[in-house]
Nanobody, 124 residues
Framework: QVQLVESGGGSVQAGGSLRLSCAAS????????MGWFRQASGKEREGVAR??????GYADSVKGRFTVSRDNAKFTAYLQMDSLKPEDTAMYYC???????????????????WGQGTQVTVSS
């Protein structure tokens, strides 16, 4: 049973924008922290942004450029990515943690539900 489905990836030039979507099942959406992660070729998966009903959080590398939001009526989380840089190129995943974001370590092992990923490529 697929519970998280990402969409919205693609190719863009540096300075451009993309918006990713993560459609979740109602159960997953309502449980805890939803996070966005990315994994560049040859690198470890890293947390980018996270959100729950209490607020949001961002990695330093994307602060001021990326915005995470959610639509409770659609059980969907979004990642608006502006001022994209070539180093943002990666496979992007959404994931769900059973913990609230305030208590989340924002590390890969904690998130027990993952989407299939969507590729983002930024050219210079």
């Amino acid at each position: 049973q697929v519970q998280l489905v990402e969409s919205g990836g693609g190719s863009v030039q540096a300075g451009g924008s993309l918006r990713l979507s993560c459609a979740a099942s109602r159960y997953i959406y309502s449980r805890g922290c939803m996070g966005w992660f990315r994994q560049a070729s040859g690198k470890e998966r890293e947390g980018v942004a996270r959100i729950d009903s209490a607020g949001t959080g961002y990695a330093d590398s994307v602060k001021g450029r990326f915005t995470v939001s959610r639509d409770n009526a659609k059980f969907t989380a979004y990642l608006q990515m502006d001022s994209l840089k070539p180093e943002d190129t990666a496979m992007y995943y959404c994931a769900a943690s059973p913990f609230d974001c305030a208590y989340s370590t924002f590390t890969v092992p904690e998130y027990n539900n993952w989407g299939q990923g969507t590729q983002v490529t930024v050219s210079s």
